[in-house]
Protein backbone atom coordinates (compact mmCIF):
# COMPACT_ATOMS: atom_id res chain seq x y z
CA UNK A 1 0.00 0.00 0.00
CA UNK A 2 1.74 3.59 -0.90
CA UNK A 3 0.47 5.88 1.82
CA UNK A 4 2.13 9.08 0.15
CA UNK A 5 2.61 10.88 -3.39
CA UNK A 6 4.79 14.03 -3.92
CA UNK A 7 7.34 15.39 -1.72
CA UNK A 8 6.24 15.20 2.07
CA UNK A 9 8.35 17.68 3.56
CA UNK A 10 9.76 15.95 6.41
CA UNK A 11 11.16 13.57 4.47
CA UNK A 12 12.53 16.38 2.36
CA UNK A 13 13.62 17.83 5.59
CA UNK A 14 15.20 15.40 7.75
CA UNK A 15 15.95 12.36 4.96
CA UNK A 16 16.42 8.78 6.82
CA UNK A 17 17.16 9.53 10.38
CA UNK A 18 17.82 6.20 11.42
CA UNK A 19 18.05 2.55 10.02
CA UNK A 20 17.42 -0.40 11.84
CA UNK A 21 18.76 -4.14 10.88
CA UNK A 22 16.46 -6.40 9.28
CA UNK A 23 15.19 -9.52 11.50
CA UNK A 24 16.79 -12.62 10.45
CA UNK A 25 16.69 -14.61 13.41
CA UNK A 26 13.57 -16.22 15.31
CA UNK A 27 13.34 -14.19 18.43
CA UNK A 28 10.94 -13.81 21.34
CA UNK A 29 9.64 -10.99 23.19
CA UNK A 30 6.95 -9.68 25.54
CA UNK A 31 5.45 -7.74 22.94
CA UNK A 32 5.61 -7.01 19.13
CA UNK A 33 4.35 -3.86 17.79
CA UNK A 34 3.98 -3.85 14.26
CA UNK A 35 4.87 -0.50 12.43
CA UNK A 36 7.13 1.79 12.51
CA UNK A 37 4.99 4.95 12.43
CA UNK A 38 3.95 7.78 15.17
CA UNK A 39 1.57 5.27 16.95
CA UNK A 40 3.76 2.20 17.24
CA UNK A 41 6.75 4.55 18.47
CA UNK A 42 4.13 6.23 20.84
CA UNK A 43 3.29 2.43 22.05
CA UNK A 44 6.45 1.21 21.97
CA UNK A 45 7.56 3.97 24.50
CA UNK A 46 4.99 3.20 26.67
CA UNK A 47 5.51 -0.36 27.33
CA UNK A 48 9.20 -0.32 26.60
CA UNK A 49 9.62 2.37 29.80
CA UNK A 50 7.27 0.31 31.82
CA UNK A 51 9.73 -2.67 31.74
CA UNK A 52 7.86 -4.76 28.67
CA UNK A 53 10.29 -6.66 26.65
CA UNK A 54 9.63 -5.02 23.31
CA UNK A 55 10.42 -5.67 19.48
CA UNK A 56 9.31 -3.10 17.14
CA UNK A 57 8.94 -4.40 13.14
CA UNK A 58 8.57 -1.88 10.00
CA UNK A 59 8.07 -3.12 6.79
CA UNK A 60 9.72 0.17 5.18
CA UNK A 61 11.89 1.99 7.02
CA UNK A 62 10.44 3.53 10.52
CA UNK A 63 8.31 6.71 10.01
CA UNK A 64 8.14 6.30 6.43
CA UNK A 65 4.46 5.43 6.27
CA UNK A 66 1.90 8.32 6.45
CA UNK A 67 3.39 9.59 9.54
CA UNK A 68 5.87 11.37 7.16
CA UNK A 69 3.48 12.76 4.70
CA UNK A 70 1.05 13.99 8.52
CA UNK A 71 0.99 18.01 9.21
CA UNK A 72 0.80 16.66 12.65
CA UNK A 73 -1.49 19.80 14.03
CA UNK A 74 -1.79 18.48 17.87
CA UNK A 75 -5.40 19.45 18.73
CA UNK A 76 -7.81 18.32 21.59
CA UNK A 77 -10.70 19.45 19.28
CA UNK A 78 -11.47 16.36 16.90
CA UNK A 79 -13.19 16.65 13.63
CA UNK A 80 -16.35 15.52 15.63
CA UNK A 81 -17.65 18.22 17.23
CA UNK A 82 -18.14 17.47 21.38
CA UNK A 83 -22.03 18.17 21.03
CA UNK A 84 -22.19 15.57 18.22
CA UNK A 85 -20.56 13.13 20.16
CA UNK A 86 -23.00 13.49 22.93
CA UNK A 87 -25.48 13.01 20.76
CA UNK A 88 -24.41 9.64 19.72
CA UNK A 89 -22.69 8.46 22.93
CA UNK A 90 -24.11 10.80 25.73
CA UNK A 91 -22.38 14.18 26.98
CA UNK A 92 -20.34 11.87 30.06
CA UNK A 93 -18.29 9.87 27.00
CA UNK A 94 -17.79 12.83 24.85
CA UNK A 95 -16.50 14.81 27.73
CA UNK A 96 -14.06 12.23 28.61
CA UNK A 97 -12.63 11.88 25.15
CA UNK A 98 -12.19 15.45 24.39
CA UNK A 99 -10.54 15.27 27.95
CA UNK A 100 -8.31 12.23 27.16
CA UNK A 101 -7.48 14.48 23.64
CA UNK A 102 -6.37 17.25 25.66
CA UNK A 103 -4.33 15.50 28.32
CA UNK A 104 -2.81 14.09 25.41
CA UNK A 105 -1.36 17.47 23.83
CA UNK A 106 0.19 17.43 27.52
CA UNK A 107 1.53 14.45 27.59
CA UNK A 108 3.21 14.58 23.67
CA UNK A 109 4.82 18.16 24.87
CA UNK A 110 6.49 16.48 28.14
CA UNK A 111 7.64 13.79 25.64
CA UNK A 112 8.96 16.37 22.80
CA UNK A 113 10.62 17.61 25.51
CA UNK A 114 12.15 14.40 26.89
CA UNK A 115 13.33 13.92 23.02
CA UNK A 116 14.08 17.49 22.25
CA UNK A 117 14.97 18.77 18.85
CA UNK A 118 11.87 17.73 17.09
CA UNK A 119 10.22 21.13 16.30
CA UNK A 120 7.69 20.74 19.26
CA UNK A 121 5.73 24.22 20.07
CA UNK A 122 2.13 25.06 21.66
CA UNK A 123 0.29 27.05 20.10
CA UNK A 124 -3.12 28.64 19.95
CA UNK A 125 -5.77 27.50 17.71
CA UNK A 126 -8.50 28.84 15.86
CA UNK A 127 -11.58 27.46 14.80
CA UNK A 128 -13.97 29.41 12.56
CA UNK A 129 -17.03 29.41 10.82
CA UNK A 130 -17.16 29.37 7.08
CA UNK A 131 -20.58 30.29 6.69
CA UNK A 132 -23.10 31.71 8.43
CA UNK A 133 -25.17 28.56 8.64
CA UNK A 134 -22.77 27.25 10.95
CA UNK A 135 -22.93 29.68 13.41
CA UNK A 136 -25.17 28.18 15.67
CA UNK A 137 -23.27 24.82 15.60
CA UNK A 138 -20.16 26.62 16.94
CA UNK A 139 -21.92 28.95 19.47
CA UNK A 140 -23.38 24.98 20.91
CA UNK A 141 -19.89 23.73 20.92
CA UNK A 142 -18.58 26.84 22.60
CA UNK A 143 -20.80 26.66 25.36
CA UNK A 144 -20.64 23.09 25.99
CA UNK A 145 -16.76 23.32 25.83
CA UNK A 146 -17.29 25.82 28.38
CA UNK A 147 -19.46 24.21 30.71
CA UNK A 148 -16.92 21.55 31.28
CA UNK A 149 -13.78 23.45 31.73
CA UNK A 150 -12.18 23.70 28.84
CA UNK A 151 -10.25 26.64 27.60
CA UNK A 152 -11.98 28.26 24.68
CA UNK A 153 -12.73 31.73 24.05
CA UNK A 154 -15.51 33.11 21.82
CA UNK A 155 -14.73 35.65 19.23
CA UNK A 156 -17.27 37.49 17.22
CA UNK A 157 -16.64 38.74 13.43
CA UNK A 158 -15.41 42.16 14.78
CA UNK A 159 -12.60 40.49 16.93
CA UNK A 160 -11.70 37.91 14.56
CA UNK A 161 -11.32 40.77 11.97
CA UNK A 162 -9.20 42.66 14.47
CA UNK A 163 -7.64 40.18 15.88
CA UNK A 164 -6.62 37.91 13.45
CA UNK A 165 -7.11 39.83 9.81
CA UNK A 166 -9.99 37.00 9.03
CA UNK A 167 -13.39 37.41 7.37
CA UNK A 168 -15.70 35.14 8.98
CA UNK A 169 -18.93 34.75 11.11
CA UNK A 170 -17.10 33.68 14.02
CA UNK A 171 -14.77 31.28 15.66
CA UNK A 172 -13.59 29.02 18.95
CA UNK A 173 -9.94 30.36 19.76
CA UNK A 174 -8.14 27.76 22.26
CA UNK A 175 -4.82 27.72 23.76
CA UNK A 176 -4.12 24.10 24.08
CA UNK A 177 -2.64 22.90 20.83
CA UNK A 178 0.90 22.26 19.75
CA UNK A 179 2.87 21.47 16.21
CA UNK A 180 5.18 18.68 16.13
CA UNK A 181 7.46 16.88 13.11
CA UNK A 182 6.01 13.52 13.54
CA UNK A 183 8.76 11.79 11.22
CA UNK A 184 11.67 13.13 13.80
CA UNK A 185 9.63 12.44 16.67
CA UNK A 186 8.75 8.80 15.90
CA UNK A 187 12.54 8.07 14.79
CA UNK A 188 13.92 9.94 17.84
CA UNK A 189 11.80 7.90 20.34
CA UNK A 190 12.59 4.35 18.33
CA UNK A 191 16.20 5.48 18.70
CA UNK A 192 15.54 5.85 22.65
CA UNK A 193 13.88 2.44 22.64
CA UNK A 194 17.16 0.63 21.36
CA UNK A 195 19.66 2.58 23.27
CA UNK A 196 17.47 1.40 26.16
CA UNK A 197 17.52 -2.26 25.30
CA UNK A 198 14.26 -2.66 22.61
CA UNK A 199 14.71 -4.20 19.46
CA UNK A 200 13.63 -2.56 16.43
CA UNK A 201 14.07 -4.06 12.78
CA UNK A 202 13.45 -2.22 9.75
CA UNK A 203 12.39 -3.60 6.19
CA UNK A 204 10.96 -6.12 7.66
CA UNK A 205 7.06 -7.78 7.29
CA UNK A 206 4.77 -9.38 8.97
CA UNK A 207 3.18 -12.15 7.07
CA UNK A 208 1.26 -14.19 9.19
CA UNK A 209 -0.23 -13.72 13.01
CA UNK A 210 -1.35 -16.70 14.87
CA UNK A 211 -2.37 -16.37 17.72
CA UNK A 212 -3.28 -18.88 20.60
CA UNK A 213 -4.06 -19.42 24.33
CA UNK A 214 -0.60 -18.57 25.79
CA UNK A 215 1.27 -16.41 23.06
CA UNK A 216 1.23 -15.35 19.17
CA UNK A 217 3.85 -16.26 16.68
CA UNK A 218 4.22 -14.06 13.69
CA UNK A 219 6.35 -14.38 10.51
CA UNK A 220 8.03 -12.98 7.93
CA UNK A 221 7.87 -14.43 4.49
CA UNK A 222 11.71 -14.97 4.74
CA UNK A 223 10.39 -17.45 7.69
CA UNK A 224 11.39 -15.87 10.18
CA UNK A 225 9.66 -15.91 13.59
CA UNK A 226 8.88 -13.52 16.24
CA UNK A 227 7.44 -15.12 20.07
CA UNK A 228 5.28 -12.75 21.65
CA UNK A 229 2.43 -12.81 24.65
CA UNK A 230 0.86 -10.34 22.71
CA UNK A 231 0.94 -8.02 19.26
CA UNK A 232 0.12 -4.25 18.76
CA UNK A 233 -0.78 -4.19 15.21
CA UNK A 234 -0.10 -0.22 14.47
CA UNK A 235 0.15 -0.85 10.73
CA UNK A 236 -1.67 2.24 10.23
CA UNK A 237 -3.95 2.22 7.25
CA UNK A 238 -2.48 -1.60 6.75
CA UNK A 239 -4.58 -2.61 9.97
CA UNK A 240 -7.22 -2.74 8.12
CA UNK A 241 -6.66 -5.99 6.00
CA UNK A 242 -6.30 -7.80 8.73
CA UNK A 243 -9.65 -7.16 9.89
CA UNK A 244 -13.05 -8.69 7.61
CA UNK A 245 -14.89 -6.32 10.06
CA UNK A 246 -14.81 -2.99 7.91
CA UNK A 247 -14.64 0.32 10.39
CA UNK A 248 -13.20 2.86 8.21
CA UNK A 249 -12.88 3.98 4.73
CA UNK A 250 -9.36 5.51 2.98
CA UNK A 251 -9.66 8.79 2.00
CA UNK A 252 -6.81 11.05 0.91
CA UNK A 253 -5.46 14.64 1.91
CA UNK A 254 -3.07 17.23 0.43
CA UNK A 255 -0.74 19.57 1.45
CA UNK A 256 1.84 21.92 0.93
CA UNK A 257 4.90 23.98 2.94
CA UNK A 258 6.04 27.37 1.54
CA UNK A 259 9.66 28.43 1.98
CA UNK A 260 10.40 30.31 5.33
CA UNK A 261 8.76 33.49 5.62
CA UNK A 262 9.34 36.66 7.38
CA UNK A 263 7.59 37.02 11.25
CA UNK A 264 6.60 40.07 10.14
CA UNK A 265 4.65 38.47 6.95
CA UNK A 266 2.60 35.53 9.80
CA UNK A 267 1.95 38.07 12.14
CA UNK A 268 0.17 35.51 14.39
CA UNK A 269 -0.20 32.81 12.26
CA UNK A 270 3.40 32.05 13.67
CA UNK A 271 2.03 31.18 17.08
CA UNK A 272 -1.18 29.88 15.60
CA UNK A 273 -2.80 26.84 14.26
CA UNK A 274 -6.26 27.47 11.70
CA UNK A 275 -9.22 25.19 10.44
CA UNK A 276 -12.61 25.88 9.37
CA UNK A 277 -15.89 24.53 10.52
CA UNK A 278 -16.03 23.37 6.62
CA UNK A 279 -15.40 19.69 6.02
CA UNK A 280 -13.45 18.63 4.34
CA UNK A 281 -12.24 21.61 6.06
CA UNK A 282 -9.09 24.04 5.34
CA UNK A 283 -5.90 23.24 8.06
CA UNK A 284 -2.79 25.34 8.63
CA UNK A 285 0.60 26.18 10.70
CA UNK A 286 3.96 27.15 10.89
CA UNK A 287 6.80 25.33 11.44
CA UNK A 288 9.93 26.49 13.96
CA UNK A 289 11.45 27.84 11.11
CA UNK A 290 8.72 30.29 9.80
CA UNK A 291 7.50 28.05 6.81
CA UNK A 292 3.38 28.09 6.78
CA UNK A 293 1.84 24.19 5.87
CA UNK A 294 -1.30 24.28 4.37
CA UNK A 295 -3.93 21.06 4.22
CA UNK A 296 -7.21 20.17 3.33
CA UNK A 297 -9.16 19.37 0.10
CA UNK A 298 -9.51 16.02 1.33
CA UNK A 299 -10.91 13.42 -1.35
CA UNK A 300 -12.20 9.78 -1.58
CA UNK A 301 -9.71 8.97 -3.82
CA UNK A 302 -7.34 5.44 -2.73
CA UNK A 303 -5.28 5.01 -5.19
CA UNK A 304 -2.38 5.81 -5.31
CA UNK A 305 -1.57 6.86 -8.99
CA UNK A 306 -4.56 8.69 -9.06
CA UNK A 307 -3.51 10.75 -6.14
CA UNK A 308 0.20 11.14 -7.26
CA UNK A 309 -1.90 13.12 -10.28
CA UNK A 310 -3.60 15.43 -8.15
CA UNK A 311 -1.16 16.55 -5.97
CA UNK A 312 -0.02 19.76 -8.25
CA UNK A 313 -3.45 21.12 -8.56
CA UNK A 314 -4.38 20.32 -5.33
CA UNK A 315 -1.67 22.69 -3.96
CA UNK A 316 -2.60 25.49 -6.03
CA UNK A 317 -6.59 25.04 -5.37
CA UNK A 318 -5.09 25.36 -1.68
CA UNK A 319 -2.74 28.12 -2.03
CA UNK A 320 -5.65 30.02 -3.27
CA UNK A 321 -8.00 29.38 -0.62
CA UNK A 322 -5.23 30.77 1.80
CA UNK A 323 -5.15 33.40 -0.93
CA UNK A 324 -8.47 34.77 0.01
CA UNK A 325 -7.62 34.67 3.25
CA UNK A 326 -5.19 36.47 3.70
CA UNK A 327 -4.86 38.49 0.53
CA UNK A 328 -1.49 39.86 1.79
CA UNK A 329 0.14 37.23 2.72
CA UNK A 330 3.39 36.54 0.38
CA UNK A 331 3.51 33.09 -0.10
CA UNK A 332 3.94 29.82 -2.63
CA UNK A 333 4.39 26.52 -2.58
CA UNK A 334 7.91 25.33 -2.26
CA UNK A 335 6.93 21.21 -1.47
CA UNK A 336 3.80 19.48 -2.16
CA UNK A 337 2.47 16.29 -1.43
CA UNK A 338 -0.93 13.76 -0.62
CA UNK A 339 -1.11 11.02 1.68
CA UNK A 340 -3.44 7.97 2.69
CA UNK A 341 -5.92 8.82 5.91
CA UNK A 342 -8.75 7.01 7.39
CA UNK A 343 -11.89 8.15 8.56
CA UNK A 344 -14.44 6.57 10.88
CA UNK A 345 -18.03 7.33 10.76
CA UNK A 346 -17.93 8.87 14.20
CA UNK A 347 -14.27 10.34 13.78
CA UNK A 348 -13.46 7.84 16.93
CA UNK A 349 -10.16 5.74 16.63
CA UNK A 350 -10.48 2.08 17.49
CA UNK A 351 -7.93 0.64 19.94
CA UNK A 352 -8.31 -3.09 21.77
CA UNK A 353 -8.57 -6.58 20.82
CA UNK A 354 -10.99 -7.72 18.37
CA UNK A 355 -12.90 -10.78 18.78
CA UNK A 356 -11.45 -12.36 15.22
CA UNK A 357 -8.21 -12.51 17.07
CA UNK A 358 -8.55 -12.08 20.53
CA UNK A 359 -7.04 -10.28 23.64
CA UNK A 360 -3.48 -11.20 22.73
CA UNK A 361 -3.55 -9.34 19.61
CA UNK A 362 -4.77 -5.25 20.14
CA UNK A 363 -5.33 -3.13 17.50
CA UNK A 364 -4.03 0.40 17.37
CA UNK A 365 -5.98 2.33 14.77
CA UNK A 366 -5.46 6.34 15.59
CA UNK A 367 -7.77 7.28 12.66
CA UNK A 368 -8.99 10.57 11.66
CA UNK A 369 -7.85 14.12 11.46
CA UNK A 370 -6.64 14.05 15.01
CA UNK A 371 -4.59 10.71 14.68
CA UNK A 372 -1.60 11.38 16.38
CA UNK A 373 -3.21 12.71 19.61
CA UNK A 374 -5.11 9.63 19.63
CA UNK A 375 -1.90 7.72 19.51
CA UNK A 376 -0.55 9.42 22.63
CA UNK A 377 -4.07 8.30 23.89
CA UNK A 378 -3.97 4.56 22.75
CA UNK A 379 -0.08 3.77 24.05
CA UNK A 380 -1.70 4.28 27.81
CA UNK A 381 -5.01 2.76 26.38
CA UNK A 382 -2.94 -0.20 25.14
CA UNK A 383 -0.34 -0.77 28.10
CA UNK A 384 -3.88 -1.07 30.41
CA UNK A 385 -5.10 -3.91 28.33
CA UNK A 386 -1.84 -5.87 28.41
CA UNK A 387 -1.73 -5.43 32.03
CA UNK A 388 -4.76 -6.35 32.36
CA UNK A 389 -6.32 -3.22 33.82
CA UNK A 390 -9.53 -1.21 32.51
CA UNK A 391 -8.86 2.06 30.86
CA UNK A 392 -11.71 4.49 31.37
CA UNK A 393 -11.61 4.75 27.32
CA UNK A 394 -11.63 1.40 26.60
CA UNK A 395 -15.18 1.19 25.66
CA UNK A 396 -15.57 3.89 23.94
CA UNK A 397 -12.22 3.93 21.75
CA UNK A 398 -13.10 -0.16 21.33
CA UNK A 399 -14.94 -2.34 18.51
CA UNK A 400 -17.81 -2.98 20.75
CA UNK A 401 -18.90 0.26 19.67
CA UNK A 402 -19.90 -0.83 16.51
CA UNK A 403 -21.09 -4.34 17.39
C1 LIG B 1 -1.73 14.59 4.67
C2 LIG B 1 -2.04 14.17 6.08
C3 LIG B 1 -2.22 15.13 7.05
C4 LIG B 1 -2.47 14.75 8.37
N1 LIG B 1 -2.58 15.71 9.32
C5 LIG B 1 -2.70 15.38 10.61
C6 LIG B 1 -2.69 16.37 11.61
O1 LIG B 1 -2.62 17.56 11.33
N2 LIG B 1 -2.78 15.98 12.91
C7 LIG B 1 -2.87 14.66 13.26
O2 LIG B 1 -2.93 14.35 14.46
N3 LIG B 1 -2.89 13.68 12.32
C8 LIG B 1 -2.82 14.02 11.01
N4 LIG B 1 -2.82 13.05 10.06
C9 LIG B 1 -3.02 11.68 10.47
C10 LIG B 1 -1.72 11.14 11.07
O3 LIG B 1 -0.69 11.42 10.20
C11 LIG B 1 -1.86 9.66 11.27
O4 LIG B 1 -2.79 9.45 12.29
C12 LIG B 1 -0.54 9.02 11.70
O5 LIG B 1 0.50 9.34 10.83
C13 LIG B 1 -0.75 7.53 11.70
O6 LIG B 1 0.42 6.97 12.18
P1 LIG B 1 0.56 5.40 12.21
O7 LIG B 1 1.82 5.11 12.88
O8 LIG B 1 -0.70 4.82 12.77
O9 LIG B 1 0.58 5.01 10.67
P2 LIG B 1 1.84 4.98 9.68
O10 LIG B 1 2.70 6.16 9.84
O11 LIG B 1 1.33 4.70 8.31
O12 LIG B 1 2.65 3.75 10.24
C14 LIG B 1 2.23 2.42 10.09
C15 LIG B 1 3.42 1.63 9.66
O13 LIG B 1 3.09 0.25 9.65
C16 LIG B 1 3.88 -0.35 8.65
N5 LIG B 1 3.28 -1.64 8.30
C17 LIG B 1 2.06 -1.86 7.75
N6 LIG B 1 1.85 -3.19 7.59
C18 LIG B 1 2.97 -3.81 8.04
C19 LIG B 1 3.36 -5.18 8.11
N7 LIG B 1 2.55 -6.19 7.69
N8 LIG B 1 4.59 -5.48 8.61
C20 LIG B 1 5.41 -4.48 9.05
N9 LIG B 1 5.09 -3.17 9.00
C21 LIG B 1 3.88 -2.84 8.49
C22 LIG B 1 3.84 0.66 7.51
O14 LIG B 1 4.93 0.50 6.64
C23 LIG B 1 3.87 1.99 8.24
O15 LIG B 1 5.14 2.59 8.30
C24 LIG B 1 -2.58 13.38 8.71
C25 LIG B 1 -2.41 12.40 7.73
C26 LIG B 1 -2.12 12.79 6.42
C27 LIG B 1 -1.91 11.72 5.40
Not at 59 to 75: E, H, K, N, Y
Not at 246 to 264: G, H, Q
Not at 344 to 358: A, I, K, M, R, V
Request: net charge neutral; with cysteine; proline share 4%.
Amino acid sequence: MDLKSGYPFWAVKNGLMCAFPQLKADIGCDVVVVGGGITGSLIADELGKNGFDVVVVEQRDIAWGSSAASTALLQYEIDTHMVDLARLYGEFHAVAAYKACAEAITDLRDLAHELGDVDFDMQESLYYASKRGDKTALREEYDLRLKHGFDAQWLDAGSLKGRFGIKAPCAILTKLAARVDPYRMASRLLLRLAERGGRVFDRTVIDTIEPSDDNVILRTPEGFRIQARHVVMAAGYASQKWLKQSVAKNRSSYAFITDPLEASDLGLLASTMIWESARPYLYMRTTGNGRLLVGGDDDDTDIPARRDRRVEGKAKGLSQKVKKLFPDLPMRPAFSWGGTFAETEDGLPFFGEHPQYGPRVQFAMAYGGNGISYSMIGAGLLRANIEGRTHPLAALFGFSRVG
